[in-house]
C-alpha cells in the first residue's frame, strides 16, 4: 500500500491538510479583484494552498503561476510569463491553432518563434533583444491582461519567489511591473514568498514600488486540532491507528509544521502502523536524522565557528532569550548588536526564520551533538 503522507511536493485534494480558512479567504479576496501578497516560511505549504485553489476554481477563471527563482534573467522571465499565460488559456490543439495566431497580435513589438519540441509540445520563444529595451518587457507585462480581455475571462497571475524579481534589475523592474500592473482590470495579481523580511519590504516600504499594491496574508502554521484529525483519518484510512496522544506529541514536536510533520508520519508509517508507543515515533526520528545527517554536516561546514555555536545554543537551550546576559555568557557572544547580527546572518542563509531554527530534526540533530557542535 502507498504511503499516505506526503511531504516535499504538491499536496492536494486528499493529500491536502486543511487550510480551508485560508483558502476561502484567499478565493474571496482574488476574486473580488484584490492583488494579494502571501508569505510565510519555506515549505509552509504555500504551492499546495496556491495549486489548491486553482484545481478547486477550475475553469471559473484563468490561473497561471510563474516561479521567480526559477528565472535568471529578464529574457527568462519573459519567457515564462508567457508561456504559463498561454498555458491557463489555451489547451494543447488551441495552442497550435488559436495561439500561434493571436500572439503575434497581442505581442505586437516583439518577435515571437514557435518552437515544437521533440515530446510534440509548443512552446514560444521570445526574442532575446527584449533584456535591453524597457517598453518591450512592459508589453509582457501588460500581456496576461490583453489576453485575458480579448478572451472575456479574467486571469489569476500569481508570481512565486516574488522576492527574488529584485535580483534581476533592482527597483526598475519593479517600477515596470508597477506602472502596468495597476492598470488592469482583468487581472488579478498573487505575489508569493519565503523571505518574509525582503517581501515585507518590498510591500511596505514607502519607498518602494509596490507599495500598499496588495493585501497582506501571512500562512501560518496549520491549527493542532485540524491537524491531528488529518493525521488520525490517515493512519484509519490506510488499515492503521495511532493514538490520540501520540499525535498530540508530534504535534508539539514539529510546532505543527506541514512539512516536518508529514515527513515524519510519513517515516512512522513505514515504521509502524499501529502508534501507540512514542518509542516508535523516536525511531522514526532517528531515521530521518540518519537520512539528513549529510545535509546537515554540509550546512555546519558552511557556517563560521560563531554561527554554530550559536545554532548549538539555540537547540540547547530552548526558551531562553538569546539577549540574555547568561546566554550571551555561556556561548561567548560580545553584545546584542553582535546577536542580532548573527541572527541576520543565519536567517539569510535560510537556517532560522524569525529568530527559530527552522528544520526541526536539525535542531533535535544539535542538541544529540551537545558540546561537539
Given amino acids: 500500500m502507498q504511503n499516505p503522507f506526503i511531504y516535499g511536493g504538491i499536496a492536494t485534494g486528499g493529500n491536502f491538510a486543511d487550510r480551508e480558512h485560508e483558502l476561502e479567504e484567499l478565493k474571496r479576496d482574488l476574486l473580488s479583484r484584490k492583488s494579494v501578497v502571501l508569505y510565510s516560511p519555506r515549505q509552509m505549504g504555500k504551492s499546495s494552498l496556491v495549486k489548491e485553489l486553482f484545481l478547486r476554481l477550475g475553469a471559473e477563471v484563468y490561473h497561471a503561476c510563474v516561479d521567480v527563482s526559477a528565472v535568471e534573467s529578464r529574457h527568462a522571465l519573459a519567457n515564462q510569463i508567457v508561456e504559463e499565460v498561454v498555458d491557463s488559456a489555451y ?42 529595451k524597457e517598453p518591450l518587457l512592459g508589453e509582457i507585462f501588460d500581456f496576461a491582461e490583453n489576453l485575458a480581455r480579448r478572451k472575456g475571462k479574467r486571469m489569476l497571475l500569481a508570481f512565486d519567489e516574488f522576492q527574488d524579481i529584485s535580483d534581476l534589475d533592482g527597483i526598475a523592474i ?15 495579481y498573487l505575489f508569493m ?18 507599495y500598499k499594491f496588495s493585501k497582506p496574508m501571512e500562512l501560518g502554521r496549520i491549527p493542532k486540532q485540524d491537524f491531528k484529525k488529518f493525521i488520525s483519518n490517515k493512519f484509519e484510512k490506510s488499515g492503521g491507528r495511532i493514538s490520540d496522544k501520540v499525535v ?26 499501529k502508534v501507540t ?32 555555536r550559536f545554532l ?62
Avoid at 514568498?193 to 509596490?210: A, Q, V
Avoid at 498530540?248 to 502502523?273: D, R
Avoid at 516508535?280 to 554554530?308: C, F, G, W
Fill in 91 to 132: 489547451t494543447k490543439l488551441d495552442k497550435l491553432k488559436k495561439a500561434v495566431s493571436e500572439l503575434p497580435d497581442l505581442l505586437k513589438s516583439l518577435r515571437v518563434s514557435v518552437v515544437v519540441t521533440p515530446e510534440k509540445e509548443v512552446k514560444f520563444e521570445i526574442a532575446r533583444d527584449i533584456a535591453s
Fill in 174 to 188: 519593479e517600477k515596470l511591473m508597477r506602472s502596468k500592473f495597476q492598470y488592469h482590470k482583468n487581472v488579478t
Fill in 193 to 210: 514568498g519565503s523571505k518574509r523580511h525582503m517581501l515585507m519590504r518590498m510591500f511596505n516600504d514607502e519607498s518602494r514600488p509596490f
Fill in 248 to 273: 498530540e506529541a508530534i504535534l508539539n514536536l514539529t510546532e505543527a509544521h506541514p512539512y516536518f510533520t508529514q515527513q515524519l508520519c510519513y517515516e512512522l508509517w513505514f515504521t509502524s502502523k
Fill in 277 to 308: 508507543d512514542w518509542a516508535l515515533v523516536q525511531n522514526a526520528i532517528d531515521k530521518i536524522i540518519m537520512h539528513e545527517k549529510k545535509n546537515y554536516l554540509a550546512t555546519m561546514d558552511s557556517l563560521t565557528p560563531l554561527q554554530r
Fill in 312 to 373: 548549538r545554543g539555540l537547540a540547547m537551550e530552548g526558551d531562553v532569550s538569546v539577549f540574555s546576559s547568561d546566554f550571551m555568557e555561556k556561548y561567548e557572544l560580545k553584545t546584542h548588536s553582535h546577536v542580532q547580527r548573527l541572527v541576520k546572518s543565519l536567517e539569510k542563509k535560510g537556517v532560522l526564520d524569525d529568530g527559530k531554527i527552522v528544520d526541526i530534526f536539525f535542531k533535535e540533530w544539535l542538541k544529540r551533538l551537545g558540546g561537539e557542535a
